[in-house]
């Protein structure tokens, strides 16, 4: 770090080293902790040489220190009470960007990570450690969703709303009495049907999310799995979700957590830049629905678009007023 004889010089280098949102987010990541440069390139999603290049800018200016273990290199925050000037200013920094849709994103990654590399017991290196691979190779991976999906009551009526290629409606029916899928794009209602064909208690309808061409209280449950960020008016979606409920009926929410990739929104040709955990909750219960729940879904590890979140709500006993929502379906 510079001393106080060169100061202002030493603010205009510390204000251009955290003018970099990469290295503002490594510095985040690496304030509390330790991490090598594989994790960090996992969690920021970066190839290693962008990460690299930034790491080796905050190694010369004092703001991280390096150490090797074996073949590979761990860094860390060494910024403290050594510089005042500078622990103040990265103090005002972090509480800055405290609410960072990227940063979010971030954690999330982490939390998955340190988790994944808590030290194990004996057991957990031996037979348990060998287990979820010997369960795969031996079981597949689907058994457990049908397990869960059993769980469902099977006289129950489910919607799946922006059903896309008919994949969650195929995985729903053989647990329930039927299906109704949604969708406004006929390819994908094509799609669907392929895959349906067989079966005969899904019905598949083409209709906007704003508009749904299903009665009132004609579900039991109803799903939205990432389709609301390409929904122009999320709030009349989860609106006409609840109307189509039975009172005490069940709607769940799958979709993008909020982010700031506009690159990957534009190349999905998404709407919206995902959604706050405390706004998808305020969403769903403006739309008449109760008990509005909402968190972050740790992402998979080979995932690589933004995290996402998952909410789930309940139809009230009462009435919600849906006049709104009739005249726009009668237009």
């Known amino acids: 770090m510079a001393t106080s004889a060169r100061q202002p010089d030493a603010l205009l280098s510390w204000m251009e080293l955290l003018a970099d949102p990469t290295r503002l987010r490594l510095l985040r990541l690496l304030e509390r902790r330790e991490l090598g440069v594989a994790e960090l390139c996992h969690v920021l999603q970066m190839p290693q040489s962008t990460v690299s290049r930034h ?43 405290e609410g960072w849709a990227t940063v979010q994103q971030d954690q999330l990654r982490l939390g998955r990570l340190l988790a994944e590399r808590q030290p194990s017991s004996a057991f957990f290196a031996g037979a348990a450690g060998k287990w979820d691979r010997l369960r795969t190779e031996l079981y597949g991976t689907s058994f457990a969703g049908f397990a869960m999906l059993d769980l469902l009551p099977s006289h129950w009526v489910l919607a799946d709303l922006g059903c ?31 895959r349906t064909a067989a079966l005969e208690n899904v019905e598949l309808r083409r209709g906007s999310l704003e508009a749904l061409p299903v009665a009132d209280g004609e579900c039991d449950g109803a799903l939205l799995v990432l389709a609301l960020t390409y929904v122009e008016e999320p709030a009349a979606a989860l609106k006409e979700m609840a109307r189509i409920l039975r009172p005490g009926g069940r709607a769940v929410v799958v979709d993008l957590l909020r982010h700031d990739r506009e690159s990957f929104r534009t190349e999905m040709g998404q709407l919206h830049l995902g959604f706050e955990c405390r706004e998808m909750e305020e969403l769903m ?43 726009r379906r009668t237009k």
Not at 60 to 76: E, L, P, S, V
Not at 171 to 183: E, F, S, T, Y
């Open 164 to 194: 896309g290629t008919g994949q969650t409606a195929a995985d729903l029916a053989p647990h329930v009495r039927r299906v109704i899928g949604v969708d406004q794009s006929s390819a994908m209602l094509k799609a669907a049907q392929r």
């Open 285 to 327: 219960t403006g739309a008449g629905l109760a008990c509005a729940h909402c968190r972050a879904i740790p992402p998979a590890p080979e995932a690589t678009g933004p995290a996402l979140l998952l909410a789930s709500a309940a139809r009230t006993t009462g009435k919600p007023d849906f006049d709104d929502t009739r005249k």
């Open 55 to 97: 790491l080796k800018v905050l190694a010369d200016q004092g703001w991280i220190r390096g150490r090797a273990k074996g073949t590979a290199n761990f860094y860390r925050m060494t910024l403290d009470a050594s510089d005042p000037a500078a622990r103040r200013l990265w103090l005002l920094t972090r509480e800055q960007t």
